[in-house]
């Protein structure tokens, strides 16, 4: 049995503090609101994972310190644009070889640093790890049968995290390229916004699947560009997180593409959805790398118009579709 803490209270860190305290595991939750922590503590639910009644010798608290003392895991679960300033509180209460597995997804916008990047230079005492794949927290807290990746420096690490998650529902593999798998992760969310988009402009299955396919070959070239490995977004935080993203209507990111699609504007659309759209966020950072590596990324630029220069999602897909002729892979030899 291991000693727990869920550094955040959303649904993703509250779905994955009921499957550690299945396998065993003592469950700290960690909330930076008091008001959320009392009513969990109180009601034992999560309005947003409705169904789910958290166990009684679970722990709620605000307290970060006593969070994170003596705790053999960490796992942080904010949302993107808040792992910098969590982490900075987090930094005079971390141990020297804390193990931390991030399981947020995104980019920040104005470093360009992944997720796991910040961590380490917030706390670099830490042993950072991330976990990552096709994981809706409305089917982890169900139990239904769910696979993600552990990815971590070293072996030793990516086998404990594993060991801690794994269970007769949740599968977990291991791997070490955890920059492939947080560029997957994050990029993802941005071709789901055009998934959604696409949906709310009615269009069909074809175009989900150009969206779908497409998007990995652009989220492939950047990350190989990046150092990235090429099975990484053939696995499960490459093409499944992606396929599980543009097809559920658990994504946030497909809902606001979808109201995006139907006219509403990008604000409109983050309002109505009432949960953080990590895609919104990763879009700007995912163009910006790809012009700082010299990748053409055309879904993704085409998001970035929609979403920040008020191009109609029409006139977006017309651009894609008419782009000049090209071959779907350059590297291929003609025979003549």
Not at 101 to 111: F, R, S
Not at 167 to 185: A, K, N, Q, W
Not at 228 to 240: H, P
Not at 258 to 265: D, V
Request: with cysteine; hydrophobic share 40%.
């Amino acid at each position: 049995m291991a000693s727990v803490s869920i550094i955040g209270s959303g649904s993703w860190g509250v779905a994955l503090s009921a499957l550690l305290h299945n396998n065993g595991h003592q469950v700290t939750v960690w909330s930076a609101f008091e008001a959320e922590s009392e009513a969990l503590k109180t009601t034992r639910q999560l309005k947003s994972l409705p169904g789910l009644i958290l166990p009684e010798d679970m722990t709620f608290t605000t307290d970060l310190e006593a969070a994170m003392t003596g705790k053999d895991l960490l796992v942080t679960a904010s949302p993107s644009i808040y792992v910098r300033s969590t982490a900075k509180k987090m930094s005079p209460f971390c141990r020297d070889g804390q193990v931390i597995v991030n399981v947020a997804k995104g980019i920040e916008e104005d470093t360009l640093m992944t997720l796991s990047d910040i961590l380490r230079e917030e706390l670099p005492q830490a042993n950072v790890a991330v976990l990552s794949g096709p994981s809706h927290a409305e089917e982890v807290c169900r139990g239904l049968p769910t696979t993600c990746l552990a990815g971590a420096e070293d072996r030793e690490t990516g086998e404990f995290v594993q060991n801690c998650f794994m269970s007769p529902v949740f599968r977990v593999y291991t791997s070490p390229d955890i920059l492939g798998i947080e560029l997957g992760g994050a990029l993802k969310n941005v071709i789901a916004l055009a998934a959604g988009i696409a949906d709310g402009l009615g269009y069909g299955d074809n175009t989900k699947a150009a969206l779908i396919t497409r998007g990995i070959y652009e989220i492939t070239k950047l990350g190989l560009a990046m150092g990235g490995r090429v099975e990484t977004f053939g696995g499960l935080s490459g093409i499944g997180d992606l396929i599980v993203t543009c097809a559920s209507m658990h994504s946030r990111n497909r809902r606001a593409g979808i109201l995006i699609g139907k006219g509403y504007t990008m604000e409109e659309a983050m309002t109505e959805v009432q949960m953080v759209v990590e895609g919104v966020y990763s879009a700007k950072a995912g163009l910006a790398l790809g012009r700082k590596y010299h990748i053409d990324l055309p879904i993704i630029e085409e998001v970035n118009q929609v979403l920040f220069d008020g191009k109609p999602a029409k006139d977006a897909v017309a651009d894609l579709m008419l782009r000049n002729r090209t071959d779907e892979n350059a590297g291929l030899e003609w025979n003549s």
